[in-house]
């Protein structure tokens, strides 16, 4: 695998054929004190999703997590998420597929039910720890169905291959552009913000987002610096920073 991506990113890179969850190695590693590391697999066999979900992870995906050491403060490491967003959908776009992100962590292409929010080639997990107002580190795990075939894939999911009619990504060329947006855009919040509203499928959308203790139903009408969604819901703006958002027609 080493060989196959050759090793000119911006970070460290530490390669496994198989691994449980990148996240979970990278997660090791920042407890040790690792930085600016990213674990890259060619398979994982305990993807996870967000909230202990499943996230398949064939061979022939790009799934790796990044290990960072941000200067923020805890409400602000979801900067991270919005500056990885925007970077593996503008690395995608480049490989000719056009993508879409969806609030918070998904990167979507279009499709026939695009109204609904179309299907899944990308997920994100970001996971932290801090202590006194400060983030001690932040994992960012990025998972997308590069050189997948959809049968390997769940039933609204695509991938890279599919969306390019069967001609496989350079995942090499791909993840390294991947790493150099997001060593860019990580430091840069307004950069990161605009980048992600360029891509955004959420906004101007009237959205259902599910929070923890209600939902929310309204006009997804910005994104703020951290990535939190905007909505108005008729008699009131609320700011959501995590939840699950579905696109309504
Ligand atoms: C996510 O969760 O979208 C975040 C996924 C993060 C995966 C990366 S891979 C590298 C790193 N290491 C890990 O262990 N994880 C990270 P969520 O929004 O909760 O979406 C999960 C849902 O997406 C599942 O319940 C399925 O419905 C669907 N799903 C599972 N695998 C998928 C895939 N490969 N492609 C598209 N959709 C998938």
């Known amino acids: ?106 990167l979507l292409v279009p499709d026939a039910d695009y109204e609904r929010g179309g299907r899944k080639l990308a997920g994100i997990l970001t996971e932290m720890e801090g202590e006194a107002g400060r983030v001690s580190w932040v994992v960012v795990g990025i998972g997308l169905n590069a050189n997948v075939a959809v049968d390997d894939l769940p039933a609204d999911a695509t991938s890279l291959l599919a969306e390019r009619d069967g001609e496989p990504v350079s995942r090499r060329r791909l993840v390294q552009r991947l790493l150099e947006r997001f060593d860019d855009l990580r430091d840069d919040p307004a950069a990161a913000r605009e980048a992600w509203r360029a891509h955004a499928a959420t906004l101007g ?41 579905e696109h309504l027609r």
């Open 205 to 245: 959308r009237r959205v259902r987002v599910t929070l923890p203790s209600e939902t929310i139903v309204g006009e997804a009408v910005d994104v703020t610096d951290v990535g939190a969604l905007v909505v108005e819901t008729g008699d009131e703006r609320r700011v959501v920073t995590a939840g699950d958002c």
């Open 1 to 106: 695998l080493a060989v196959e991506y050759g090793c000119e990113a911006p970070f460290e890179i530490e390669y496994h054929d198989s691994v449980a969850s990148t996240n979970a190695r990278a997660r090791d590693l920042a407890t040790e004190g690792a930085s600016d590391v990213v674990v890259l697999a060619d398979e994982q066999t305990g993807g996870r999703g967000r909230l202990d979900r499943a996230w398949s992870s064939p061979s022939g995906g790009v799934w790796l997590s990044a290990v960072c050491r941000p200067a923020l403060p805890p409400a602000r490491a979801t900067l991270l998420t919005v500056a990885a967003s925007a970077a593996a959908c503008g690395a995608v776009r480049e490989a000719g597929v056009d993508a879409r992100i969806k609030w918070p962590n998904d």
